[in-house]
């Protein structure tokens, strides 16, 4: 997205050195670095993709975020999902507009995001109000208050039902997802999709039991690996370090009787 800069846009500021900082600008106020300060009057107006000098002379290139930038620079309060692994999650949870899907927890707002900005309807069920409020403002702050039209936001416990029914999908990263499974197939039409996302495959393992115990099909488990490479002229090689383990993806159908 283009245009000029103006007050309450979220901008993200990268130095020389390709260190990235994201603002939300404010007119009178200023981002402050070892390298000098930078008002945000002179970033409001400007072009996306201007360039900008602090008060020390060193130059900043601005952008609006994308929203794997955000994610990773946004204020947060929960662990979030890494783009790496969002990307796929879409893609194994087939969302799309128009989709209903069900959320828990939403933690920072990541993953809401993310489902959001490809169309879905999101109910999410978060157990700490700081949390749910975290996320409403990150969802705001990066795709405009008209996104909250189709966020939804429950302080509940999702281990203990789900309310909702005729759902398309139901996405847990939650500690104990395998608790929520018998909700799930209650309030998912049949056909639709579920989906957790955990640290540890054992976490994995006992979510796959319980799609078997409930009427999943066709399940399965992936993780995905990052790994960058180094490209300088005739020196290309991988990097030294890559995004390996992040999480388990888990996703299955719910079958019809």
Known sequence: MGGTYKAGDQVLLVDRKR???????QPGAEFHSHTGVVAHDEIIGCENGAAVKSSRGSVFDTFRPTLAEFVLKMPRG??????KDLGPILMLADVHPGVRVFESGVGSGALSMALLRAGAQVTGYEIREDFAARARTNVAAMLGEDALGDYQVQIRDAYGGIDETNLDRVILD????????PHAARALDSGGIILAYTPSVLQAARFREALDEYGFGFAETLEVLHRSWHIDGAAVRPDHRMVAHTGFVSHARLLGS
Do not use: F, K, M, S
């Open 78 to 83: 929960a662990q979030v999902i890494y783009p």
């Open 19 to 25: 260190r990235r900082y994201l603002v939300t600008l």
């Open 174 to 181: 939650l500690p104990e997802p395998w608790q929520v499974v």
